[in-house]
C-alpha cells in the first residue's frame, strides 16, 4: 500500500485521552514513542527547529545499528524534556498529522510522556516552583518584599546561588515584579454603548493572567486605553486563577484540571453574558481556545469559553472587519521589528497583530515568523539555556537587521529573550498593546516596568 504524504484536508488535533488509565501505561507509551520516533527518524524535516529532533537523530545515528532499534528506550526522555511544547512541528512541518492515517501530532505524544513521568516521578522543587506562578506572584508583590524580589534577582552573587541551588541559570535575565497589581489597579469603563458587529461582541472581558497581573501590569492598562479609546465597555473576569499553562507543560495534568474548575464558571457566565474574553498572553489564550477544550472535550463549559476567547489583536482585526475599528491614529511608530510568538500562531488567527500595526501610518512592520526558543520556564533552566539562546539566535538576527526602533512581541517573555539575545540597540522593547496605545496617542497613566528603556 502507497503512503502519501500530506492531506488536502486541514489538520485536526484528537482530544487529549488522559482519563483512560492507558493513557498513563508506560509500557503503551514506550511503543508509541517508539512508532513516532521511527516515523521521525525516515523523515527529519524537523530537525531545525529545536532540539528534541537533533538529540533524537544524534541517538540513532550513534547507535550500534543506526536504526531506533538500538537506542536505549530510557534515552527517550533525553527528547522528552528538550520538547516545550510550542508546537511548531505539528502546525509547519510534519506531513503526517492527522488526518493523515499515522496520525502524528509528536507535541501531545511529549505531553503524554510529561504527564507519565509527573504521576510515577512527581517534579523537582525548581520545577514545582517555577510552575506556581499565581503563588510566586502573590508572594513577589508584598510590599517591601516585591523590591527585594527584583534586587535579588539582578544581583550576581545570588543568581549565580540560584544557578546551583535552583537550577535557574545565572545569565538568564527574569522580569521583574510589579509593585501593584494589576488587578487592583484597573479602572475598565463599563458605560459606553453595547454595539456588536457581525463578527465581533461589543463588549469585553478581560481575563488578565499571571504575568500581566504581576509582572507587566502596564500592558493590561494599555489594553484598557485601547478598549476605552475605541469605546467599547469593559469589565474584569470577577476572579480568576492560573490559566493552567505551566501545570500542562510540566505535566500536572490534575492540577491543570483543579484550575479549570475555579476559572471556567467565572468566565462561561461572562461568555453567557455576551462578552468577549480577551487576554493579552497567548500561550493563556492557547490554553482556553485549544488545550482545555481536547482536555475536557465533554465539558460544555469549556467549550463555551473556548468559543468566546480571542487574542486581543484578533478581536480588533475583527472590529476593523466590521469597520467598527478607530483608526484616528496620531503618532508613528518608525520600524518595528515584530516576532509572531509560536502560541499566538497555533490558534490559526493569522497575523493579526502585524496587520493591525500595519495601519498605523509611517510605520514598518518587519515580521519575523519563528520560534524565540524561549517557552515559559523552559529557557530559564541551568541545563536548558544554552539551548534556548541556540535556537533563538536566527530571530535575534533577524529582529536586529532592521535597525528597529523598536522590537515586539505579543509573548512578553519571547520578547524579553529576544532583548537578551540581541544585546547593544538603540530599540525599545515593546508590547504590541503599548505600541497601539502609544499610536492613538492615548495618554497612559501606568507604564510598563522595564519596556520604556533603550535595550542596555
Not at 478581536?315 to 466590521?322: I, K
Not at 496620531?330 to 521589528?337: F, I, M, N, S
Not at 533552566?381 to 526602533?405: C, L, N, Y
Amino acid at each position: 500500500m502507497t503512503i502519501s504524504e500530506g492531506s488536502l484536508e486541514a489538520p485536526k488535533r484528537h482530544p487529549i485521552d488522559w482519563k483512560n488509565p492507558d493513557f498513563y501505561n508506560e509500557a503503551s507509551l514506550n511503543q508509541e514513542l517508539e512508532r513516532v520516533f521511527d516515523i521521525c527518524h525516515g523523515c527529519r524535516r524537523c530537525v531545525n527547529l529545536c532540539t528534541a529532533f537533533p538529540r533524537l537523530f544524534d541517538l540513532i545515528d550513534e547507535s550500534t545499528t543506526g536504526e531506533l532499534d538500538s537506542v536505549n528506550k530510557n534515552q527517550f526522555w533525553e527528547v522528552v524534556e528538550r520538547c516545550y511544547l510550542c508546537d511548531m512541528c505539528f502546525m509547519t512541518k510534519c506531513p503526517y498529522v492527522p488526518p493523515h492515517e499515522w496520525n502524528i501530532d509528536f507535541p501531545h505524544l511529549m505531553l503524554r510522556a510529561k504527564a507519565v513521568k509527573y504521576k510515577y516521578q512527581g517534579a523537582g522543587f525548581r520545577d514545582r516552583l517555577l510552575s506556581n506562578t499565581d503563588l510566586m506572584g502573590k508572594l513577589a508583590t508584598i510590599p517591601v518584599v516585591v523590591q527585594t524580589v527584583n534586587a535579588v534577582n539582578k544581583t550576581p552573587i545570588t543568581r549565580k546561588l540560584m544557578d546551583g541551588m535552583l537550577g535557574i541559570h545565572a545569565d538568564r535575565k527574569l522580569p521583574e515584579y510589579a509593585t501593584q497589581t494589576f488587578r487592583s489597579n484597573a479602572e475598565p469603563s463599563s458605560t459606553f454603548p453595547v454595539i456588536n458587529g457581525a463578527r465581533t461582541p461589543g463588549k469585553v472581558a478581560i481575563y488578565a493572567t499571571c504575568y500581566i497581573n504581576y509582572n507587566e501590569p502596564g500592558i493590561g492598562h494599555d489594553l484598557l486605553k485601547i478598549l476605552q479609546h475605541n469605546e467599547i465597555p469593559t469589565c474584569l473576569a470577577e476572579k480568576e486563577v492560573c490559566c493552567g499553562m505551566p501545570k500542562l507543560e510540566l505535566g500536572d495534568l490534575e492540577t491543570v484540571e483543579k484550575l479549570k474548575n475555579e476559572n471556567i464558571p467565572h468566565l462561561l457566565k461572562l461568555a453567557q453574558e455576551g462578552y468577549a474574553l480577551l487576554t493579552a498572553v497567548p500561550s493563556c489564550t492557547l490554553m482556553y481556545k485549544q488545550e482545555l477544550p481536547l482536555l475536557f472535550p465533554q465539558d460544555e463549559a469549556v467549550q463555551a469559553v473556548a468559543a468566546a476567547m480571542f487574542d486581543p489583536f484578533e478581536y480588533l482585526a475583527l472590529r476593523n472587519q466590521d469597520k467598527l475599528l478607530k483608526t484616528d491614529f496620531k503618532k508613528p511608530l518608525g520600524t518595528v521589528a515584530y516576532h509572531v510568538p509560536c502560541h499566538q500562531r497555533v490558534q490559526n488567527i493569522g497575523k493579526k497583530t502585524r496587520d493591525i500595526l500595519q495601519l498605523i501610518p509611517e510605520t514598518t512592520i518587519n515580521t519575523v515568523e519563528r520560534c524565540s526558543g524561549h517557552d515559559g520556564t523552559w529557557g530559564v533552566k541551568s541545563e536548558h539555556f544554552t539551548d534556548s539562546m541556540k535556537i533563538g539566535r536566527p530571530v535575534f538576527k533577524q529582529m536586529a537587521a532592521s535597525d528597529p526602533d523598536y522590537i515586539s512581541s505579543d509573548c512578553a517573555i519571547a520578547a524579553r529573550h529576544i532583548e537578551q539575545g540581541i544585546g547593544a540597540s538603540k530599540a525599545q522593547k515593546l508590547h504590541p498593546l503599548t505600541l497601539l496605545r502609544m499610536a492613538y496617542d492615548v495618554d497612559a497613566e501606568h507604564q510598563p516596568i522595564d519596556d520604556v528603556k533603550p535595550i542596555a
